[in-house]
């Protein structure tokens, strides 16, 4: 379950506790789409809000994912689960920790020396999609921030590569 939590963070930029809330009416694999509307408490093992009103949000998944996530939904409706990440045995996601674990694991064997956490991948997901030019204010609402200035605070150093870029653009535009 680690290793798909780690997959859909990824995906999603979505945040732990926003991924291990996940049921198996928040997956849409026919429109390409979870819903994040709460998220998991691991202290009490039920459900808490979301971090912001801005924070409750459908986000596209690319679809192969959501069709490898398909046995497991259907296996969990089987038996009458929601969580989709729930292990077996206590019926609860993975903690914080042992995802952690897994994904050092993974990077280890991927030869990365860069200490990533499960709250890194949610960083570079973002990180990557300003900087392949994906619009701010899109990318704010699929992370769930309160607001545009949150995203452009947190990524400024990104966005100011995206400038020098737009002022080269600007310039030939005008150069022609």
Not at 26 to 32: K, R
Not at 42 to 47: E, K, T
């Amino acid at each position: 379950m680690s290793r798909l939590m780690i997959q859909m963070a990824c995906y999603s930029g979505a945040r732990l506790s926003e991924i291990a809330g996940l049921t198996i009416d928040d997956i849409d694999p026919l429109h390409g789409k979870i819903n994040i509307d709460k998220t998991f408490d691991y202290r009490d093992g039920g459900f808490a809000p979301t971090k912001n009103p801005q924070s409750i949000r459908k986000i596209d998944i690319e679809k192969s994912f959501l069709k490898q996530l398909q046995p497991i939904v259907t296996e969990k409706k089987l038996k009458g689960q929601k969580l989709i990440f729930a292990k077996e045995i206590d019926n609860r996601p993975p903690s914080s920790n042992g995802v952690n674990k897994e994904l050092r694991s993974i990077l280890k064997k991927l030869n990365i020396q860069k200490d990533i956490t499960f709250h890194g991948l949610r960083h570079t997901h973002i990180s990557y999609l300003l900087s392949n030019g994906v619009d701010v204010q899109y990318v704010s609402k699929r992370a769930g921030h309160s607001s545009v200035m949150t995203t452009l605070k947190i990524y400024t150093h990104i966005l100011q590569k995206r400038e020098r870029h737009e002022v080269k653009r600007t310039l030939e535009l005008f150069t022609g």
